[in-house]
């Protein structure tokens, strides 16, 4: 059962121009929307993580979008860089549980310098 | 401090073998979670230990166990394998049960021939 559907599955991105990669949800429960960072042979790393209550978190170039009405939310990357090409994959762990994670299928960008 | 352990780091086994995967979690993190990830169904959630006890399972047949160890450290075990278990492991740590950061290890690549 897919929980977490992400789109798109890949991104191609000039240098400089902004990547927006989408997550939608649909267990209410969730109430903890972080986004992990992929590069080729290693694990997902954190890159930036959003709670309901707020709408817009920011981290540098990096922008979560949160719309609790519509059940989505977004990954923003400005000023986008060929260093930022990796893997992005949104998740959605319970509250109780943040082991027991459901990610999204993840995707896969790419900067062209 | 050192992040999160993986060994082996590449595994070749064949149909019918079984296969031991460890992971040591960061130092002073007592959750450890296990994630399969293949390109084909994204990373998908095989079970959570904490406190040496199995807190939450996913999906996956009995042939995926695992356990933890009163230094936290973690080991999964598939038996019988089979082709479809080609795919990368990986493990991830936490303090705690809560709405916590979790930190990935590099993965354990397996190859079932």
């Known amino acids: 059962q897919q929980q977490v559907k992400q789109s798109p599955q890949s991104l191609i991105v000039q240098k400089g121009g902004i990547s927006i990669i989408n997550c939608a949800y649909e267990?209410?429960?969730?109430?903890?929307f972080p986004w992990y960072q992929q590069f080729p042979g290693k694990g997902p790393a954190l890159l930036i993580a959003i709670r309901p209550d707020v709408s817009e978190k920011k981290e540098g170039r990096f922008t979560i979008s949160f719309n609790k009405s519509a059940k989505q939310f977004s990954l923003h990357i400005m000023d986008s860089q060929p260093g930022d090409s990796a893997t992005y994959f949104c998740?959605?762990?319970?509250?109780?549980?943040?082991?027991?994670?459901?990610f999204g299928d993840g995707t896969t960008l790419t900067v062209k310098p | 401090k050192a992040g999160v352990t993986q060994t082996p780091r590449y595994l070749i086994k064949t149909r019918g073998q079984q296969v031991t995967l460890s992971c040591s979690p960061i130092?002073?993190?007592?959750?450890v979670s296990w994630y399969q990830q293949t390109p084909g169904q994204g990373l998908q959630f095989l079970f959570e230990?904490?406190?040496?006890?199995?807190?939450n399972k996913g999906n996956f047949p009995g042939r995926f166990s695992g356990r933890q160890f009163s230094n936290s450290r973690s080991e999964m075990n598939v038996s019988t394998l089979e082709l479809g278990d080609s795919a990368l492991y990986l493990c991830?740590?936490?303090?705690?049960?809560?709405?916590?950061?979790?930190?990935f290890g590099p993965g354990t690549r397996l190859l079932v021939l």
């Open positions: 991830a740590s936490s303090k705690g049960l809560g709405r916590e950061t979790q930190y």
């Open positions: 998740a959605a762990p319970k509250y109780t549980n943040a082991g027991k994670s459901t």
């Open positions: 130092s002073g993190h007592r959750s």
């Open positions: 230990y904490f406190s040496e006890t199995q807190r």
């Open positions: 267990n209410t429960a969730f109430d903890y």
